[in-house]
């Protein structure tokens, strides 16, 4: 059976927080966008997406500047506990940050996508990928897409990235996570904590964190704990994610075998690295993330907006061969902090003396004593700090038009796809 063919302008494969994030930032350019964008994913939302849910007022901020108020139901951080051994610190705000159910915060987005009037298509999966001068042929499950541009934000096991043979696995962080139960007496839940713990840290050669996320999942309260190694240093062993899960599970008096893990990457950022071709885009995850806390989020917000810049450009210029796209990422104001957390992050997973990682716990707590983050009153977003003020002026700050009648390619209902087993 042959499939049909559409001509489109820009195609954006992927709908999670990077995909849905460019549309918009087109859509707040011009409503216009509306007709000329589609998106596909090969998930139906609400789909599961492996994830703690932390959102900080990075990611906050991009979509207030969208003009969206943060609606998903989230727990409120009001301390962020990071512990090494029998040393602690704490950041504290009102939020500090935000921990969202991903398969809701994204389903929420790409609702807020569709009601703009832009085609979604959900439940189709991208299988082959191939550049011409002028277009970008995609062929999915469903139809054939020939589109001016592409924007592959389909994540950090990118198809699009593996078609174009741009793989590179060096840069792969792994993270495992189970979702525990819990009382609303926690303390946790009581106090509004989350805990970043990095005794593993030397030792057990982990290249990051456990971590104790309170979360809200289908309005019960679970524990999103887990498992970050960075491999920022590729060239060391790798840590047993497993055992470490387990016995940090076992301190918290809980026994791994009780709960169902599951494991997805992250690719992290190389300011080196590839970021485009001529006619196509990578983002997100797609092109890399933070290898220091493996916050990825609020960066897929922001590489939104500069893709959105670079398309626009693109149809504005006539000029397809997206040669500036990484110098527009290195000088964005949110997302030029990456190549700085990739710095620390090789620097710190580098440590292997308890008694330096314990002065530099200290150290850390004086420091933010002299911060606002030592008050729990303190209101970090959004749209607050130097991030916003530096914004440059030809990003337009204005609220996202609603467009009357939404269009919809809802394929499977509401159902809830499974774990995001490969991308
Ligand atoms: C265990 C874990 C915990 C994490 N915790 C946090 C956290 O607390 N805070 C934080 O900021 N970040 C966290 N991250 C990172 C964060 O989840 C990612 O950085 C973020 O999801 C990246 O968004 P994205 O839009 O680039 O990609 P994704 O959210 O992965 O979206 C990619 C989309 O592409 C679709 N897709 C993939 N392949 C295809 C295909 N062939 N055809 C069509 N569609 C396709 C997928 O279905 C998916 O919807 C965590 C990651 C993991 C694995």
């Known amino acids: 059976m042959s499939l049909p063919i559409s001509s489109i302008d820009v195609l954006i494969v992927g709908t999670g927080p990077a995909g849905s994030s460019t549309a918009l930032h087109l859509l707040q350019q011009d409503p216009a966008w509306a007709g000329r964008i589609i998106m596909v994913d090969k998930a139906v939302h609400p789909r599961e997406k492996l994830c703690g849910g932390g959102i900080t007022h990075l990611g906050e901020n991009v979509l207030t500047r969208l003009g969206l108020p943060f609606e998903p139901t989230n727990f409120p951080v009001r301390e962020v506990r990071l512990v090494y051994q029998n040393e602690s610190y704490s950041f504290r705000g009102n939020p500090a940050f935000r921990i969202v159910h991903r398969a809701q915060f ?74 525990t139960p819990e009382s609303p ?34 309005g019960t309260l679970q524990m999103n704990r887990g498992v970050f190694d960075s491999r920022a240093r590729p060239e060391r062993p790798k840590a047993d994610l497993k055992e470490t899960l387990r016995e940090a599970l076992a301190e918290r008096e809980r026994n791994l075998d009780d709960y169902t893990i599951k494991g997805h990457p992250i690719r992290w950022f190389d300011k080196n690295g590839r970021f485009s071709q001529p006619r196509i885009l990578l983002e997100g995850d797609a092109a890399g993330a933070d290898p220091l806390f493996g916050e990825g989020i609020s960066f897929a917000l922001g590489y939104g907006l500069v893709a959105a810049q670079t398309v626009q ?18 000088r964005d104001p949110l997302l030029r902090s990456l190549p700085t957390r990739v710095w620390f992050a090789k620097f710190a997973y580098l440590m292997k003396y308890p008694w330096f990682v314990r002065w530099g716990w200290r150290m850390a707590r004086r420091i933010i004593g002299w911060t606002r983050w030592r008050d729990a009153a303190y209101d970090v977003g959004p749209v607050r700090g130097r991030e916003v003020v530096e914004r440059p002026s030809y990003v337009p700050n204005k609220p996202l038009p609603l467009l009357p009648a939404p269009t919809t390619h809802f394929g499977g209902g509401q159902r809830l796809d499974g774990e ?3 991308g």
């Open 185 to 218: 007496h926690a303390w946790e839940f009581r106090d509004g904590v989350a805990i970043f713990d990095f005794s593993q840290m030397t030792g057990a050669g982990l290249q990051g964190y456990y971590w104790d996320f309170p979360s809200i999942v289908g």
């Open 313 to 330: 450009h693109a149809f504005a210029s006539g000029d397809f061969s997206m040669a500036d796209y990484r110098q527009r990422i290195i």
């Open 106 to 179: 994204d389903h929420w987005l790409v609702e807020q996508v569709i009601g703009r009037g832009v085609d979604v298509h959900q439940g189709e999966t991208l299988l082959e990928v191939t550049p011409h001068e002028t277009h970008v042929e995609v062929v999915t499950d469903k139809a054939i897409y020939h589109a001016k541009v592409l924007v592959a934000a389909d994540g950090s096991r990118s198809r699009i990235r593996a078609k174009l043979k741009w793989d590179d696995d060096s840069r792969v962080a792994r993270l495992i996570e189970v979702l």
């Open 420 to 422: 995001d087993r490969d």
